[in-house]
């Protein structure tokens, strides 16, 4: 990543407006170090290979913490690796933004920049470059989840696991967090939703072996995981899916109803089939107080028969 998109601004102040598109620089203030060309040019690697930047603290690995704030669960292996031999060989360009730990004072709590402290770790590199900032917890829920968003591909879960800990923490609105993040708040409350799915579901999403195109018809539905089952197996399209999911709701609602039939009902079922020797079935829907009748007949003069019976010739 080029020096000069880096984090280029220390934190002084939370901003009026802010999106997605300004990068962590609309969080960090106006104020402080820019992490600039010049900045960079001034930067000279240690015996560790790791550059020591002007304006910045080397902190160690192991007195740094992650903090709960942090949406990704999962990290790519070979991506970690490749990142921790870019390391080996040129050190870590960009620093890592910390707080200090409220609970204990020769510790750090982690707010951006998890992936890069990782493979520090695997690079066997014991300090990183770091800006330590006094961050409120609703400061940091909102840096790590932009800049997850921005540098790396959360999976939806893990994407819609760090909306809800925003709502939730900070008690915004979809608008309000739409406005922060820039996202649309139709894109919110769709990823949302998939947090009503099943935890089997959620996983799946999560090691990414379906889509949220596949998974979408299944919000709300009964017989999700076993649609889910198929989806795997069969390798099944999102649109096929979505047809799959209505055929099988018309097969519960059809079951439902036949289960669900009361003994009234039936009693004049049997009665009529009984006075017209026609077979006879009456369908009633008990909420919205309507229903239909419905008579087979097996021949022309059965029908006849049975209409002469209504008076109608």
Partial sequence: ??????????????????????????????????????????????PKGNLQIPGFRQIPVEWINVGPWQPRRRFDKAALDELAESIRQNGI?????????????????????????????????????AIIRDLADSECYEIALIENIQRSDLSV??????????????????????????????HIANILRLLLLPESIQMLLLDRKITMG?????????????????????????????????QSEGSLSKSKKKLTK???????????????????????DETRECGKVTVRCRSLDQMTDFLAKLGIH
């Fill in 1 to 46: 990543m080029s020096s000069n998109v880096s984090l280029n601004k220390q934190l002084s102040k939370k901003p009026a407006a802010r999106g997605l598109g300004r990068g962590l620089s609309s969080l960090l203030g106006d104020n402080g170090v820019a992490m600039t060309a010049t900045t960079m040019d001034s930067a000279q690697p240690d």
């Fill in 93 to 129: 360009v960009q620093p890592i933004l910390l707080r200090p730990n409220p609970e204990n004072n020769l510790r750090f709590q982690l707010v951006a920049g998890e992936r890069r402290w990782r493979a520090a770790q695997l690079a066997k590199t014991y300090e990183v470059p």
């Fill in 157 to 186: 879960i893990e994407e819609a696991n760090g909306y809800q800990k925003l709502l939730e923490s900070n008690r915004y609105t979809q608008v309000q967090l739409s406005e922060i993040i820039g996202k649309s708040r139709s």
């Fill in 214 to 246: 596949q998974v979408r018809p299944l919000i709300g539905h009964k017989q999700a995981e076993a649609l889910a089952k198929s989806i795997i197996t069969k390798g099944l399209s999102a649109r096929q899916v979505e047809v799959l999911a209505k």
């Fill in 262 to 284: 009361s003994s009234d009902i039936k009693a004049v079922e049997q009665q009529a089939a009984a006075k017209l020797g026609l077979a006879f079935n009456i369908d009633w």
